[in-house]
T-cell receptor, first 112, second 110 residues
Framework: GESVGLHLPTLSVQEGDNSIINCAYS??????FIWYKQESGKGPQFIID?????DKRQGQRVTVLLNKTVKHLSLQIAATQPGDSAVYFC???????????FGTGTQLKVEL | NAGVTQTPKFQVLKTGQSMTLQCAQD?????MSWYRQDPGMGLRLIHYSVGAGITDQGEVPNGYNVSRSTTEDFPLRLLSAAPSQTSVYFC?????????FGEGSRLTVL
């Protein structure tokens, strides 16, 4: 999961395994959530999003699960590949505007 | 389409110097924003703009100015750089629900 501090939590997985990255969000009024991937030295890239009226959304090799009861979001990556190595962080939007609040991120390391 | 373009990619300043980080997007997005990213912290919003001629403060606006004279450009100005402004800066524009980020500008203030 994500936390505030100097060191990013790290998830290490074997190539081919499934990865699950967790995020606890803060505002029960948030209506939209996004997962971003950030490779070293690059800007964040959109992976997948989900609205608060859904509890699951699937993309290509990725699934986002939303549990509003406990304010928890997860990103599942199937058959993790070396190219998936990056920092992943979630973002929440509150109030229907354009402002996003970002989490601190989780470092995913894929071991060959 | 180039997307969101930031310049420079790297910059070293001395305390007290001023500089401008440039950001341009070619997607005709109305909403643009500047974030800073520091170790162990999430992206924090500095300033944002919902359209040409309109800007507003984000979470950490102090020490930064912005302007939005055109839809395409959203420069970020550091008026008098301080070591606390050492960070990686990202410009982003908003499409249909999705933020498109630039590649980042790494700024070091000595």
């Amino acid at each position: 999961g994500e936390s505030v501090g100097l060191h990013l939590p790290t998830l290490s997985v074997q190539e081919g395994d499934n990865s699950i990255i967790n995020c606890a969000y803060s505002n029960s009024a948030s209506d939209y959530f996004i997962w971003y991937k950030q490779e070293s030295g690059k800007g964040p890239q959109f992976i997948i999003d989900i609205r608060s009226n859904m509890d699951k959304r699937q993309g290509q090799r990725v699934t986002v699960l939303l549990n509003k009861t406990v304010k928890h979001l997860s990103l599942q990556i199937a058959a993790t590949q070396p190219g998936d190595s990056a920092v992943y962080f979630c973002a929440e939007r509150t109030g229907g505007g354009n402002k996003l609040t970002f989490g601190t991120g989780t470092q995913l390391k894929v071991e060959l | 389409n180039a997307g969101v373009t930031q310049t420079p990619k790297f910059q070293v300043l001395k305390t007290g110097q001023s500089m401008t980080l440039q950001c341009a997007q070619d997607m005709n997005h109305e909403y643009m924003s500047w974030y800073r990213q520091d170790p162990g912290m999430g992206l924090r919003l500095i300033h944002y703009s919902v359209g040409a001629g309109i800007t507003d403060q984000g979470e950490v606006p102090n020490g930064y100015n912005v302007s939005r004279s055109t839809t395409e450009d959203f420069p970020l100005r550091l008026l008098s750089a301080a070591p606390s402004q050492t960070s990686v800066y990202f410009c982003a524009s908003l499409g249909t629900g999705e933020l498109f980020f630039g590649e980042g500008s790494r700024l070091t203030v000595l």
